[in-house]
């Protein structure tokens, strides 16, 4: 990937990103239809994005609900976006994960079922993989090469929703699997950043880097400020009343808490990092993790017909 904290070297996918947002910012029917779902237990917000046109659809960042002290999954969330695609009539072809989420599992499985579609994660997801296959003592059963999934995008791939042209951009810091997908003038930026009055995410997960992320951040900044900024997750700053999970790369630039303008690299490397370390660990990573680096599906079922999540004791 071009280093994106030079903002003076060729990177012809965020370019054709850019140029990508400027043509659907003038012209309606290249823009997208979308439609956010909060789910508070995790406060994370999962996206319906559709071709008004078409119908032709993708789901980013599903969750399926999950009761860590029973051990019990249900599907709430996820059938509230069964219920809005059969409403809207629509077509649904991507099942999108943003990176392996340590803070809720994905519903995609569940949703494919009901609903099709690709499931799809960078193809970083690989590394991730390796990491905590080890951690998790998965064995030679589990296979660390993203077949857990569909589609294995690559940094700068393009593909489209109906006629709505978008492009996945490689965005690695939070952890070394993050994307964003830049779909007509929509960016759907995962964990890089939250709403600028809470700053940007941790950097210290296993093959997370506080450098990285900020250039990573850089190159998403780097597109026309009019771009719409579609966040994972909101935690309401102090003093706000409300849940809010969309934004502007023109807003990000100049009112983020933590990144905007005129703030270096090596001064946001000395805060994320020192702020990491008062952080505790997602209640849910252990399962999450454990869970989405399989593409949302449960370990296989032991000799009892039941599905073991492991907890590895003193190991992180």
């Known amino acids: 990937m071009t280093d994106p904290a030079n903002s003076s070297a060729p990177d012809g996918p965020l370019e054709s990103a850019a140029a990508q947002v400027r043509a659907a910012a003038g012209d309606k029917a290249k823009r997208p239809s979308i439609a956010g779902f909060f789910d508070e237990a995790t406060n994370t917000i999962s996206y319906v994005v559709h071709d008004p046109a078409s119908r032709e659809a993708a789901i980013i960042d599903s969750v399926l609900d999950y009761d860590a002290a029973a051990g019990r999954t249900s ?5 509230l ?3 809005y695609a059969k409403a809207n009539d629509l077509t649904v072809t991507w099942l999108i994960e943003t990176h392996a989420h340590a803070d809720h599992i994905s519903a995609a499985p569940y949703l494919q079922d ?10 970083e997801i690989i590394r991730v993989q390796e990491v905590f296959g080890k951690l ?14 569909d ?16 492009i996945a951009l490689h965005v690695p810091g939070h952890t070394p699997a993050d994307y964003a997908y830049i779909i007509g003038d929509a960016a759907f930026v995962g964990d890089t950043m939250f709403m600028p009055d809470f700053g940007t995410a941790r950097a210290d997960f296993p093959g997370g880097d506080a450098r990285q992320l900020y250039q990573s951040i850089q190159r998403l900044l780097r597109l026309p400020e009019e771009t719409r900024l579609f966040l994972c997750h909101d935690y309401k700053a102090p003093g706000r009343d409300e849940y809010a999970w969309e934004t502007t790369v023109g807003q990000q630039k100049r009112e983020n808490v933590h990144v905007k ?5 090596d001064e946001f490397v000395k805060m994320r990092t020192a702020r990491d370390k008062t952080l505790a660990m997602p209640k849910l990573i252990m399962p999450s993790v454990q869970v989405n680096i399989r593409g949302g599906r449960l370990p296989e079922p032991e000799d009892n017909g039941v599905s073991y999540i492991k907890i590895p004791v003193n190991a992180v």
């Open 261 to 265: 303008e005129g703030t270096s690299e």
């Open 81 to 83: 976006i069964v219920e």
């Open 75 to 79: 599907h709430g969330s996820a059938n």
């Open 151 to 166: 589609h294995l995008f690559d940094d700068g791939e393009s593909f489209s929703l109906g006629e709505i042209e978008a």
């Open 114 to 123: 009901k609903l099709g579609g690709k499931l799809a994660i960078g193809r």
């Open 136 to 149: 998790f003592n998965a064995g030679t059963d589990f296979e660390r090469d993203g077949s857990q999934f």
